[in-house]
């Protein structure tokens, strides 16, 4: 350990990735924030399509998972129009609620980006050179377990959670309701499930829940994962990376 770091470890088993490689594929950060992206957005609002094509350029993007590190959180409060969005979750709209509630808005909409915790404009993402809050490192097994390591910074302290959340690419859905009815919609960075677990000294197991059984299997997959404190939404360090 070096001097004056602390590092925390989580175990983090899943069924859901199922691993071909024979060696483990690795993800680590730099000392330097990844910055966290993400937009609510929902299948229900004619306005989303356009955001989430600006969030599907950034596949190709050189910075992507060095620098930055996208999520897309499908809201349900646009099911009332009579499209039942496969991957909304009233726990991603508790979420948008939650930064709402931070900025003292009295609403939320979508499409909506948040930027490392700050309402956003849209799909891009400034350079950061001068935050090094530490080293986020997930090793993905071929036995289904993800090993991630937080190594603070040297000097600082605190309590932490560890959030990982399954993505789906490539995934396309013919709406047939409700604003965009008649639209066939594609989704990339698209949450498909979420975990979370307050981090100790040791080592904790997390099992990830199954993604949204009526949708259809994506192009690619991926791993996000963050930082955060203990009870704070405002991520401190994100990674992530393409799966097998």
Not at 19 to 28: E, G, H, K, Y
Not at 59 to 85: Q, T
Request: charged residues 20%; hydrophobic residues 40%; neutral net charge.
């Amino acid at each position: 350990m070096k001097h004056g770091a602390v590092i925390f470890s989580v175990v983090l088993l899943t069924c859901v990735f199922q691993m071909v490689a024979a060696d483990p594929v690795t993800f680590q950060s730099g000392p330097k924030r990844v910055q966290l992206l993400e937009l609510f957005t929902s299948e229900g609002c004619s306005s989303c399509p356009p955001a989430e094509a600006s969030l599907s350029r950034l596949v190709g993007d050189s910075r992507l998972w060095r620098d930055f590190v996208p999520v897309a959180f499908h809201v349900d409060y646009w099911d009332r129009l009579g499209w039942k969005d496969p991957f909304a979750s009233v726990e991603w709209t508790k979420r948008q609620q939650r930064y709402a509630e931070n900025w003292k808005a009295e609403t939320v909409y979508t499409p909506a980006f948040v930027l490392d915790g700050s309402e956003w404009r849209n799909a891009t993402v400034p350079v950061v050179n001068d935050e090094a809050p530490g080293v986020l490192k997930a090793v993905v097994r071929d036995d289904a377990t993800v090993i991630v390591t937080f190594e603070l910074a040297t000097g600082t302290s605190g309590e932490f959670e560890v959030h990982a959340a399954r993505l789906g690419f490539g995934i396309n859905v013919n709406v047939r309701a409700g604003e965009n009815k008649g639209r066939s919609l594609r989704h990339d960075f698209v949450v498909l499930s979420l975990v979370h677990e307050k981090v100790g000294s040791g080592t904790q197991e997390l099992r990830l829940a199954p993604g949204p059984q009526s949708v259809s299997h994506p192009e690619r997959r991926a791993l996000a994962a963050w930082i955060t404190n203990v009870g704070d939404i405002k991520p401190i360090q994100a990674i992530g990376g393409w799966l097998p």
